[in-house]
Protein backbone atom coordinates (compact mmCIF):
# COMPACT_ATOMS: atom_id res chain seq x y z
CA UNK A 1 0.00 0.00 0.00
CA UNK A 2 1.41 3.47 -1.04
CA UNK A 3 2.64 5.73 1.85
CA UNK A 4 0.46 8.56 2.60
CA UNK A 5 -2.29 5.70 1.94
CA UNK A 6 -4.87 3.23 4.62
CA UNK A 7 -7.39 1.23 4.18
CA UNK A 8 -9.53 3.52 6.36
CA UNK A 9 -12.73 1.62 8.09
CA UNK A 10 -15.27 -1.03 6.94
CA UNK A 11 -18.62 0.27 5.99
CA UNK A 12 -22.68 -0.59 6.49
CA UNK A 13 -25.28 -1.90 4.26
CA UNK A 14 -27.24 -0.85 1.32
CA UNK A 15 -30.25 -0.09 4.27
CA UNK A 16 -28.42 2.84 5.42
CA UNK A 17 -26.22 3.84 3.15
CA UNK A 18 -22.98 1.88 3.57
CA UNK A 19 -20.65 -0.29 1.28
CA UNK A 20 -20.55 -4.07 2.62
CA UNK A 21 -18.81 -5.55 4.75
CA UNK A 22 -15.48 -4.53 3.23
CA UNK A 23 -13.57 -0.98 2.84
CA UNK A 24 -13.53 0.28 -0.54
CA UNK A 25 -10.81 -0.03 -3.00
CA UNK A 26 -10.69 0.82 -6.33
CA UNK A 27 -13.24 -1.16 -8.62
CA UNK A 28 -12.88 -0.41 -12.09
CA UNK A 29 -15.72 -0.21 -14.55
CA UNK A 30 -18.96 -0.85 -12.79
CA UNK A 31 -21.59 1.79 -12.40
CA UNK A 32 -22.90 1.41 -8.60
CA UNK A 33 -26.17 2.85 -7.40
CA UNK A 34 -28.64 2.50 -4.66
CA UNK A 35 -31.88 1.56 -5.15
CA UNK A 36 -35.24 0.97 -3.73
CA UNK A 37 -36.56 -2.38 -5.76
CA UNK A 38 -39.60 -4.11 -5.19
CA UNK A 39 -38.80 -5.97 -2.18
CA UNK A 40 -36.38 -3.41 -0.35
CA UNK A 41 -33.51 -1.74 -1.17
CA UNK A 42 -29.86 -2.96 -3.09
CA UNK A 43 -27.15 -1.88 -4.21
CA UNK A 44 -26.91 -2.35 -7.99
CA UNK A 45 -24.64 -2.29 -10.80
CA UNK A 46 -26.44 -0.04 -13.99
CA UNK A 47 -25.84 -1.73 -17.23
CA UNK A 48 -26.34 -0.55 -20.51
CA UNK A 49 -26.54 2.66 -22.46
CA UNK A 50 -28.47 5.64 -23.02
CA UNK A 51 -32.45 4.89 -21.76
CA UNK A 52 -31.89 1.52 -21.74
CA UNK A 53 -30.33 0.81 -18.46
CA UNK A 54 -31.16 -1.91 -16.46
CA UNK A 55 -29.87 -2.19 -12.21
CA UNK A 56 -28.29 -5.49 -11.32
CA UNK A 57 -28.79 -6.60 -7.98
CA UNK A 58 -25.49 -6.91 -5.86
CA UNK A 59 -25.24 -9.19 -3.36
CA UNK A 60 -22.32 -7.59 -1.14
CA UNK A 61 -19.36 -5.44 -1.07
CA UNK A 62 -20.38 -3.32 -3.95
CA UNK A 63 -17.50 -1.32 -3.86
CA UNK A 64 -14.62 -3.79 -3.00
CA UNK A 65 -15.38 -6.99 -4.89
CA UNK A 66 -18.91 -7.02 -6.11
CA UNK A 67 -21.03 -10.69 -5.87
CA UNK A 68 -24.42 -10.31 -7.61
CA UNK A 69 -27.50 -12.12 -7.18
CA UNK A 70 -28.64 -12.60 -10.33
CA UNK A 71 -32.33 -10.10 -9.80
CA UNK A 72 -32.73 -7.35 -12.46
CA UNK A 73 -34.96 -5.14 -12.94
CA UNK A 74 -35.42 -2.43 -15.46
CA UNK A 75 -33.82 0.67 -14.29
CA UNK A 76 -36.98 2.50 -14.44
CA UNK A 77 -39.31 -0.09 -12.69
CA UNK A 78 -36.67 0.98 -9.50
CA UNK A 79 -36.37 3.98 -7.78
CA UNK A 80 -32.73 5.31 -7.87
CA UNK A 81 -31.62 6.45 -4.35
CA UNK A 82 -28.06 8.39 -2.93
CA UNK A 83 -25.33 5.92 -3.90
CA UNK A 84 -24.68 5.75 -0.33
CA UNK A 85 -24.02 7.67 2.74
CA UNK A 86 -20.32 10.19 3.05
CA UNK A 87 -18.61 9.97 6.33
CA UNK A 88 -18.30 13.51 5.66
CA UNK A 89 -18.70 15.74 2.92
CA UNK A 90 -15.53 18.13 2.46
CA UNK A 91 -16.75 21.10 0.13
CA UNK A 92 -14.67 23.50 -2.00
CA UNK A 93 -15.32 27.52 -2.53
CA UNK A 94 -14.69 29.78 -5.39
CA UNK A 95 -13.01 26.95 -7.41
CA UNK A 96 -13.82 28.60 -10.39
CA UNK A 97 -12.66 31.54 -11.09
CA UNK A 98 -15.66 33.36 -13.04
CA UNK A 99 -18.12 32.14 -10.18
CA UNK A 100 -16.27 34.01 -7.45
CA UNK A 101 -16.24 37.20 -10.02
CA UNK A 102 -19.69 36.73 -10.13
CA UNK A 103 -20.29 36.98 -6.09
CA UNK A 104 -17.73 39.86 -6.17
CA UNK A 105 -15.10 37.68 -4.37
CA UNK A 106 -11.15 37.47 -4.67
CA UNK A 107 -9.58 33.87 -6.15
CA UNK A 108 -7.86 32.37 -2.98
CA UNK A 109 -4.55 31.45 -3.18
CA UNK A 110 -5.34 27.80 -1.47
CA UNK A 111 -8.60 25.56 -1.89
CA UNK A 112 -11.31 27.49 0.22
CA UNK A 113 -12.28 24.55 2.34
CA UNK A 114 -15.77 24.37 4.56
CA UNK A 115 -17.66 20.80 5.42
CA UNK A 116 -21.40 20.35 4.76
CA UNK A 117 -23.34 17.60 6.93
CA UNK A 118 -24.11 13.92 5.85
CA UNK A 119 -28.44 14.87 6.98
CA UNK A 120 -27.99 17.08 4.07
CA UNK A 121 -28.18 13.76 1.81
CA UNK A 122 -30.38 13.38 -0.75
CA UNK A 123 -30.99 11.17 -4.16
CA UNK A 124 -32.01 11.92 -7.44
CA UNK A 125 -35.81 13.45 -7.94
CA UNK A 126 -36.14 13.83 -4.26
CA UNK A 127 -37.32 17.17 -2.84
CA UNK A 128 -35.10 19.95 -1.90
CA UNK A 129 -37.03 21.72 1.07
CA UNK A 130 -36.58 25.37 0.58
CA UNK A 131 -36.21 26.75 4.77
CA UNK A 132 -38.71 29.23 5.89
CA UNK A 133 -35.87 31.31 7.06
CA UNK A 134 -33.73 31.86 3.94
CA UNK A 135 -35.52 33.61 1.11
CA UNK A 136 -33.27 33.13 -1.36
CA UNK A 137 -31.81 29.78 -2.01
CA UNK A 138 -29.54 29.11 -4.94
CA UNK A 139 -28.75 25.81 -7.40
CA UNK A 140 -24.57 25.10 -7.65
CA UNK A 141 -23.97 21.90 -9.78
CA UNK A 142 -20.85 20.43 -8.75
CA UNK A 143 -18.31 17.24 -9.69
CA UNK A 144 -17.95 15.50 -6.84
CA UNK A 145 -15.11 13.07 -5.59
CA UNK A 146 -15.88 9.88 -3.57
CA UNK A 147 -12.97 8.74 -1.48
CA UNK A 148 -12.37 4.91 -1.76
CA UNK A 149 -8.47 4.43 -0.18
CA UNK A 150 -8.39 6.85 2.69
CA UNK A 151 -5.27 8.17 4.67
CA UNK A 152 -3.76 11.33 5.50
CA UNK A 153 -0.96 13.67 3.46
CA UNK A 154 -1.78 11.80 0.58
CA UNK A 155 0.77 13.37 -2.03
CA UNK A 156 -0.91 14.97 -5.19
CA UNK A 157 1.16 12.71 -7.48
CA UNK A 158 -0.61 9.46 -5.76
CA UNK A 159 -3.86 11.00 -5.12
CA UNK A 160 -5.79 9.59 -7.82
CA UNK A 161 -5.42 5.92 -6.33
CA UNK A 162 -7.27 7.38 -3.11
CA UNK A 163 -10.24 7.74 -5.82
CA UNK A 164 -13.51 5.54 -6.04
CA UNK A 165 -15.26 7.30 -8.60
CA UNK A 166 -16.98 10.04 -9.10
CA UNK A 167 -20.73 11.36 -8.62
CA UNK A 168 -22.72 14.47 -9.48
CA UNK A 169 -23.52 17.09 -6.53
CA UNK A 170 -26.02 20.21 -5.85
CA UNK A 171 -24.52 22.33 -3.14
CA UNK A 172 -27.61 24.28 -2.59
CA UNK A 173 -26.83 27.11 -0.42
CA UNK A 174 -29.14 29.83 1.58
CA UNK A 175 -27.21 32.37 -0.19
CA UNK A 176 -29.04 35.54 1.55
CA UNK A 177 -27.78 33.71 5.07
CA UNK A 178 -24.09 33.07 3.60
CA UNK A 179 -23.96 36.45 3.17
CA UNK A 180 -25.70 37.83 6.10
CA UNK A 181 -23.20 36.58 8.41
CA UNK A 182 -20.68 34.45 6.88
CA UNK A 183 -21.46 31.13 8.17
CA UNK A 184 -21.37 28.82 4.96
CA UNK A 185 -21.88 25.67 7.64
CA UNK A 186 -25.41 27.14 8.18
CA UNK A 187 -26.34 28.47 4.43
CA UNK A 188 -25.14 24.85 3.18
CA UNK A 189 -26.04 22.41 5.82
CA UNK A 190 -30.02 22.29 5.90
CA UNK A 191 -31.14 19.18 5.28
CA UNK A 192 -31.43 18.62 1.70
CA UNK A 193 -29.55 20.64 0.24
CA UNK A 194 -26.94 17.77 -0.80
CA UNK A 195 -28.25 16.20 -3.43
CA UNK A 196 -25.96 13.55 -4.78
CA UNK A 197 -26.27 10.59 -7.52
CA UNK A 198 -27.19 9.23 -9.57
CA UNK A 199 -24.77 6.36 -9.00
CA UNK A 200 -21.03 6.21 -8.61
CA UNK A 201 -19.13 5.78 -12.01
CA UNK A 202 -15.59 4.35 -11.53
CA UNK A 203 -13.89 4.43 -14.64
CA UNK A 204 -14.37 8.30 -15.61
CA UNK A 205 -11.94 10.66 -16.61
CA UNK A 206 -12.95 14.30 -14.78
CA UNK A 207 -9.87 16.32 -16.33
CA UNK A 208 -11.48 17.87 -18.99
CA UNK A 209 -15.55 17.21 -19.37
CA UNK A 210 -18.49 19.90 -19.89
CA UNK A 211 -20.85 20.53 -16.55
CA UNK A 212 -24.54 22.13 -16.73
CA UNK A 213 -27.11 22.76 -14.48
CA UNK A 214 -30.66 23.23 -16.12
CA UNK A 215 -33.78 24.59 -14.18
CA UNK A 216 -36.87 23.99 -15.88
CA UNK A 217 -35.07 23.29 -18.90
CA UNK A 218 -33.45 26.52 -19.32
CA UNK A 219 -29.49 26.48 -18.94
CA UNK A 220 -28.50 28.43 -16.23
CA UNK A 221 -24.60 27.20 -15.18
CA UNK A 222 -22.28 25.69 -18.41
CA UNK A 223 -18.68 25.28 -17.77
CA UNK A 224 -16.19 22.46 -18.07
CA UNK A 225 -13.99 20.76 -15.64
CA UNK A 226 -10.50 21.95 -17.22
CA UNK A 227 -11.52 25.36 -15.68
CA UNK A 228 -10.95 23.85 -12.24
CA UNK A 229 -8.40 26.26 -10.31
CA UNK A 230 -7.21 23.69 -8.35
CA UNK A 231 -7.65 20.04 -9.67
CA UNK A 232 -8.75 17.13 -8.25
CA UNK A 233 -4.94 15.99 -7.03
CA UNK A 234 -4.28 19.13 -5.36
CA UNK A 235 -7.56 19.23 -3.79
CA UNK A 236 -6.49 15.80 -1.78
CA UNK A 237 -3.28 16.76 -0.93
CA UNK A 238 -5.04 20.03 0.81
CA UNK A 239 -7.63 18.55 2.15
CA UNK A 240 -5.73 14.95 3.65
CA UNK A 241 -2.90 17.45 4.80
CA UNK A 242 -5.55 18.81 7.46
CA UNK A 243 -7.64 15.43 8.15
CA UNK A 244 -7.86 12.37 7.81
CA UNK A 245 -9.61 11.14 4.96
CA UNK A 246 -12.23 7.94 5.03
CA UNK A 247 -13.51 5.65 2.16
CA UNK A 248 -16.75 7.00 1.16
CA UNK A 249 -15.88 10.36 2.18
CA UNK A 250 -16.95 13.12 -0.74
CA UNK A 251 -15.25 15.97 -2.04
CA UNK A 252 -17.61 18.56 -3.86
CA UNK A 253 -15.19 20.47 -6.18
CA UNK A 254 -16.97 23.56 -6.59
CA UNK A 255 -19.59 25.43 -8.82
CA UNK A 256 -19.11 27.33 -12.41
CA UNK A 257 -20.31 30.52 -12.70
CA UNK A 258 -24.11 31.05 -13.21
CA UNK A 259 -25.18 30.20 -10.07
CA UNK A 260 -29.05 31.46 -9.26
CA UNK A 261 -32.02 31.08 -7.23
CA UNK A 262 -34.58 28.07 -6.81
CA UNK A 263 -38.21 28.94 -6.25
CA UNK A 264 -41.34 26.16 -5.25
CA UNK A 265 -42.11 23.89 -7.95
CA UNK A 266 -39.30 24.04 -9.70
CA UNK A 267 -36.97 20.73 -11.00
CA UNK A 268 -32.96 21.58 -11.29
CA UNK A 269 -30.64 19.45 -12.99
CA UNK A 270 -26.91 18.84 -13.22
CA UNK A 271 -25.10 17.19 -15.98
CA UNK A 272 -21.48 16.19 -16.20
CA UNK A 273 -21.20 14.87 -19.41
CA UNK A 274 -20.19 11.05 -19.06
CA UNK A 275 -21.77 10.66 -15.81
CA UNK A 276 -25.48 11.11 -15.90
CA UNK A 277 -27.98 13.85 -14.89
CA UNK A 278 -28.56 14.42 -11.19
CA UNK A 279 -32.45 15.76 -11.01
CA UNK A 280 -34.52 17.11 -7.75
CA UNK A 281 -37.76 19.05 -7.08
CA UNK A 282 -37.97 22.34 -5.17
CA UNK A 283 -40.44 22.23 -2.53
CA UNK A 284 -41.34 24.70 0.83
CA UNK A 285 -40.68 22.92 3.93
Same mark, same amino acid.
Not at 135 to 139: I, K, L, T
Given at each position: MPAGVSAGVSCLDARHGGCG +?? @? @? /?RVIGVRIARIAQPDGLAFASIEGDGDDLTAVEIADDPFANPTFTGRRWPLADVRLLAPFLPPKIVC? =? +???? !????E? =? *??VPDNPLMF?? @?NTAV??? *? #? %????PSVS !?? /? %??EGELAVIIGVGGRDIPASRARQSILGYTIAND /?? #?RDLQE #? %? =?QWTRAKGFDTFCPLGPWVETEFDPSDVAIRTEVDGVVKQDSRTSLLLHDIPELIEYISAVMTLRPLDVILTGTPAGVGPLRAGQSVSVTVDGLGTLTNTVTNR
Open positions: +RK @P @P /VI =G +RNYA !EHAAL =G *NELK @PIGP *N #A %DIKL !ER /V %DF /VT #A #A %D =G
